[in-house]
Nanobody, 125 residues
Framework: VQLQASGGGLVQAGDSLRLSCAAS????????MGWFRQAPGKEREFVSG???????????DYAESVQGRFTISRDYAKHTVYLEVDSLKPEDTAVYYC????????????????WGQGTQVTVSS
């Protein structure tokens, strides 16, 4: 499985971005994709997650710090997951990573199997 994250940038507080993660390789409907972020000097933290399966799957999860501001979605045919990040705050500044887990959903980054290279989001005040 290969993951390619993109869409980061330098923005001002209140702005929006759309992050994308394109997956290739052996991706299945019961896989989970998660977005994580890591700021300098801090641990990697869960941001959001979604099933990569078809319509009958309803899992989508958000960290409390981004609930209501971030929206995760997927294009099943393209194996691409999007993270709309709205109302950005300086504390959202971090490298954002996407990852795939072949198993049940979890917020623990240690339990994800494949990782993309990350995309930098910098929010100025």
């Amino acid at each position: 499985v290969q993951l390619q994250a993109s869409g980061g940038g330098l923005v001002q507080a209140g702005d929006s971005l759309r992050l994308s993660c394109a997956a290739s390789g052996r991706i299945f409907g019961n896989d989970v994709m998660g977005w994580f972020r890591q700021a300098p000097g801090k641990e990697r933290e869960f941001v959001s997650g979604i099933w990569l399966g078809g319509d009958y799957r309803s899992y989508a999860d958000y960290a409390e710090s981004v609930q209501g501001r971030f929206t995760i979605s997927r294009d099943y045919a393209k194996h691409t997951v999007y993270l709309e990040v709205d109302s950005l705050k300086p504390e959202d500044t971090a490298v954002y990573y996407c990852a795939v887990r072949k198993g049940t959903s979890t917020r623990r980054h240690q339990e994800y199997d494949y990782w993309g290279q990350g995309t930098q989001v910098t929010v100025s005040s």
